[in-house]
C-alpha cells in the first residue's frame, strides 16, 4: 500500500537558517501529496500541497515540489523564523484515490533565536 | 474557511467509563476521521466515514466505536476508557480527492 518515509528529528536551527525536511513516498497510481503543521498543543494545518508531477506547492515561505521520478516531495523554506518551531507531517492520499491520507511520522523543528 | 470543532480540549475520565467524543464540522464535507496523536508513533487512524451512517475501521479501532446520524458529526465513543486509551484525539473532515484534510484542535484525553 499507500507509504510515506520523513526524515526523523528533531531538528534544531538558527533563526534565518535553511530548512529542509525530507520526504519520500510509495504509491501506486498519482497520489495527491501534502505537508501539514502542528503547532504547540494544536490540531493540524494544512501548510502546502500538490496534486500532480512537477506542482510545487507554497505558502508562508515553505515550498515543496512534487517529483515523481525521485518520489519525493521535501519541504524547505529559505530562512526560518522561531515562530517556525512546529511539528511538520509529510502526507499522501491513499492507493486507487482513497481519501483516506496516509501520514510520515513528523519531524519536530526548533528554531532558536 | 472550513471549521472543525471538538467539542473538548481536555478530559479526564475514569477507567471504565463511557466517553463521548463529539466532532462538528460546518462545510458539508462527506468524509469525517478520527485519529490518535501518540509521541513516537504519529497519527494512527480508529474509524472513518464517507457518508452518513457509514463508518470503516482504520487501523487501531479496537476498544472504539462511532456514530454518524447526520453528515455534520462524527462522534467518537470509548465504550470501557483504559488507561491505555489516554492519548491525543483528533478529528478531521474532507470535501474529495486532492483537496486533504480540515482538522480540529484535538482533545486531549487522560485517563486515571
Known amino acids: 500500500g499507500n507509504s510515506v518515509t520523513q526524515m526523523e528529528g528533531p531538528v534544531t536551527l538558527s533563526e534565518e537558517a535553511f530548512l529542509t525536511i525530507n520526504c519520500t513516498y510509495t504509491?501506486?497510481?498519482?497520489?495527491?501529496l501534502f505537508w501539514y503543521v502542528q503547532y504547540p498543543g494544536e490540531g493540524l494545518q494544512l501548510l502546502l500541497k500538490a496534486t500532480k508531477a512537477d506542482d510545487k506547492g507554497s505558502n508562508k515561505g515553505f515550498e515543496a515540489t512534487y517529483r515523481k521520478e525521485t518520489t519525493s516531495f521535501h519541504l524547505e523554506k529559505g530562512s526560518v523564523q522561531v515562530s517556525d518551531s512546529a511539528v511538520y507531517f509529510c502526507a499522501l492520499s491513499g492507493e486507487g484515490g482513497s481519501e483516506k491520507l496516509v501520514f510520515g511520522k513528523g519531524t519536530k523543528l526548533t528554531v532558536n533565536p | 474557511d472550513v471549521k472543525v470543532t471538538q467539542s473538548s480540549r481536555y478530559l479526564v475520565k475514569r477507567t471504565g467509563e463511557k466517553v463521548f467524543l463529539e466532532c462538528v464540522q460546518d462545510?458539508?464535507?462527506?468524509?469525517m476521521f478520527w485519529y490518535r496523536q501518540d509521541p513516537g508513533l504519529g497519527l494512527r487512524l480508529i474509524y472513518f466515514?464517507?457518508?452518513?451512517?457509514?463508518?470503516e475501521k482504520g487501523d487501531i479501532p479496537e476498544g472504539y466505536s462511532v456514530s454518524r446520524e447526520k453528515k455534520e458529526r462524527f462522534s467518537l465513543i470509548l465504550e470501557s476508557a483504559s488507561t491505555n486509551q489516554t492519548s491525543m484525539y483528533l478529528c478531521?473532515?474532507?470535501?474529495?480527492?486532492?483537496?486533504?484534510?480540515?482538522f480540529g484542535s484535538g482533545t486531549r484525553l487522560t485517563v486515571v
Open positions: 466515514s464517507y457518508d452518513v451512517k457509514m463508518k
Open positions: 462545510m458539508d464535507h462527506e468524509n
Open positions: 504509491a501506486t497510481g498519482y497520489p495527491s
Open positions: 478531521a473532515s474532507s470535501l474529495n480527492r486532492g483537496r486533504g484534510y480540515t
